[in-house]
C-alpha cells in the first residue's frame, strides 16, 4: 500500500511556505483588535461576576535562555534576577487589581496555564513565589488543569520536583526535533541528550499529563529525520504529542534574514511535504494505539487526557491574562497587554491596566469563533451550535460547507461535519473561507 511520504514527487502539489502566520489561534483576528476599545474590558470588569462561565488563568513568562529562530512570542534572554523578581511582582500587582473587580472577586480557576517564553527558566524560589501569591488571589483548589510549558535544557531534578509541588498537572516539553544539528540550526537552546534525562524524571514524580511538541518541516530537517523522530516519540509513550507545522511570522528572525537576503520562500519545507509528515506521523501514533484527536494532536488515552485550556477557551470560557504581549478574554471581549515589558511596567507601576488593544464581539462573532477553531478537531455537531447560538452552520455556512466536501475536505451529515485527513491537515488554510467578509481581509498574517 502506498503511503503519502511514498507519492511521485509529481502526484505532490508545491505550495512554498513564505512568511506570515498561518496558524489560527482565535477570532476575530488580532489587527482587528483595537486600542480604541479598551474602555469596553473596564466596563466589563465592574459587572456582576457570571455564574456559570468558567474562569481560567493565564500567566505568561517572557523569559528564554536564547530566541529560536522561528519564535514570534514575546521573549527576552538578557534579564537578570533582579528584572525577573521585579517582572514577577508587577504581574501580581496586575493579576490583584483585576481579580479584585466585581466581575472576578471570588471565582476560582477552572484551569491555569504557563506560557511564555519558557516558564521553566524560572527558579524554583521565583515559581513558587509566584504560584503562591496566584493562588491567593485566585485560587486553584477546584482547577481541573495546571498546564505548564517547559524546555527540556532547563530541567533538572530540582526544577521539576519543584514543578510538581507547586500543582502542575499538565508538563508540556518543548521538544520540536531530537536531532542535535536541527535543534542548532533552528535556534533552539536544548539538545537531543537533555531531552530522554528530563522526561523519564519527569514520568518518575507523576505527572498525570505530559505532551511533547514536534514540529514538522523545520530547516534542515528531512524525511528520514523526519521518521526518526516520530519512532523516537513512540517510544517514550508520552499521553500526548502535538505536532506544529513550521510557519515562519514576520516578527522572526529567519523573516529578518530573508527579508535581508531578499528571499519570498522561507528556508523550510513546503506546505504538502508537512502534511505529508503530519500523516505519516498520525498513521504510525494511531499503529502505537494512540488516537488523533485533532489537527495537532495525538492522545494515548482520550478517555483520561484532557486539553483543558484548549477546550474550555475555544467553548467561550473567560481568561485573566496577565504578563507582557498576553492575550485574554473577559465577558466576549478579546484583550491584549503592552507588547513590550517597558510600557507594561509603567501602566502597572501607574496603578494602570497594561492593556493594549481589545476587541468587543458581537454574537455572530463567538459563534463564527466557536464553530471555526472547534472545526480543528475534526467533527462538529449541528445541534451544538443551534442550541448554543439559535444559528445553524448549514444555513449559516452552506457554500463553505459545499466547498469543503466538493473538494474532499469533509464529509456532511444529518449530524454533523466530519473532516477528512486531507481536510484535518490544512484545516488552518481553510478556515479563512468561514470568517466574516469583514474580517478577511488581512487576515492571513496578523
Not at 471565582?107 to 491567593?136: C, E, I, N
Not at 505532551?211 to 528531512?222: C, H, K, Q, S, Y
Not at 509603567?346 to 466557536?370: C, M, N, S, W
Amino acid at each position: 500500500m502506498q503511503t503519502n511520504l511514498e507519492k511521485p514527487a509529481a502526484e505532490k502539489k508545491v505550495e512554498q511556505t513564505e512568511a506570515g502566520n498561518y496558524f489560527v489561534s482565535n477570532y476575530p483576528p488580532f489587527s482587528f483588535w483595537k486600542p480604541d476599545q479598551v474602555h469596553v474590558v473596564e466596563e466589563v470588569l465592574q459587572r456582576p461576576a457570571p455564574v456559570n462561565v468558567p474562569l481560567g488563568v493565564y500567566f505568561h513568562i517572557p523569559f528564554c535562555r536564547k530566541r529560536c529562530h522561528f519564535c514570534y512570542f514575546k521573549v527576552y534572554t538578557d534579564k537578570n534576577a533582579g528584572e525577573i523578581k521585579a517582572y514577577i511582582d508587577a504581574g501580581m500587582r496586575e493579576m490583584e487589581r483585576l481579580a479584585s473587580q466585581p466581575y472576578l472577586k471570588g471565582r476560582k480557576a477552572q484551569f491555569v496555564y504557563f506560557g511564555g517564553g519558557t516558564p521553566s527558566y524560572l527558579s524554583v524560589p521565583q515559581l513558587k513565589d509566584l504560584t503562591d501569591r496566584m493562588k491567593v488571589l485566585v485560587p486553584w483548589d477546584e482547577a481541573e488543569e495546571v498546564a505548564f510549558e517547559a524546555e527540556p535544557g532547563t530541567l533538572n531534578e530540582t526544577k521539576l520536583t519543584g514543578i510538581r509541588e507547586v500543582g502542575v498537572t499538565r508538563l508540556s516539553l518543548g521538544v520540536e526535533n531530537f536531532d542535535d544539528h536541527i535543534l542548532e540550526t533552528n535556534g533552539r537552546a536544548h539538545r537531543s541528550g537533555e531531552i530522554g534525562k528530563a522526561y523519564n524524571f519527569a514520568r518518575s514524580l507523576g505527572f498525570e499529563h505530559i505532551n511533547i511538541d514536534l514540529i514538522a518541516g523545520m530547516m534542515n530537517e528531512t524525511e528520514a529525520n523526519w521518521k526518526v523522530c516520530v519512532a523516537k516519540a513512540i517510544e517514550m509513550q508520552p499521553d500526548a504529542v502535538t505536532i506544529y507545522q513550521m510557519e515562519v511570522p514576520y516578527n522572526t528572525t529567519m523573516y529578518q534574514q530573508m527579508k535581508a537576503e531578499g528571499k519570498v520562500t522561507a528556508p523550510v519545507a513546503d506546505w504538502q511535504t508537512k502534511r505529508d509528515w503530519v500523516s505519516y506521523a498520525f498513521d504510525e501514533f494511531q499503529k502505537a494505539g494512540y488516537t488523533v484527536t485533532s489537527a495537532y494532536t495525538v492522545v494515548k488515552d482520550p478517555k483520561r487526557i484532557k486539553f483543558v485550556y484548549r477546550d474550555s477557551l475555544w467553548d467561550g470560557a473567560d481568561l485573566l491574562s496577565c504578563g507582557v504581549a498576553s492575550f485574554g478574554h473577559l465577558g466576549g471581549v478579546h484583550y491584549q497587554n503592552q507588547a513590550d515589558v517597558g510600557p507594561y511596567m509603567q501602566a502597572v507601576d501607574a496603578g494602570k491596566l497594561p492593556i493594549f488593544r481589545a476587541y468587543q464581539t458581537t454574537h455572530e462573532d463567538r459563534f463564527v469563533r466557536e464553530f471555526i477553531l472547534k472545526l480543528k478537531l475534526g467533527r462538529s455537531e449541528w445541534a451544538h451550535y443551534i442550541e448554543k447560538f439559535s444559528e445553524d452552520p448549514r444555513k449559516h455556512f452552506g457554500p463553505q460547507l459545499d466547498s469543503l466536501v466538493k473538494e474532499g475536505f469533509a464529509t456532511l451529515d444529518a449530524d454533523g461535519v466530519t473532516l477528512t485527513r486531507d481536510g484535518l491537515l490544512q484545516v488552518d488554510r481553510l478556515l479563512h473561507d468561514f470568517f466574516l467578509p469583514q474580517h478577511r481581509q488581512y487576515a492571513r498574517y496578523t
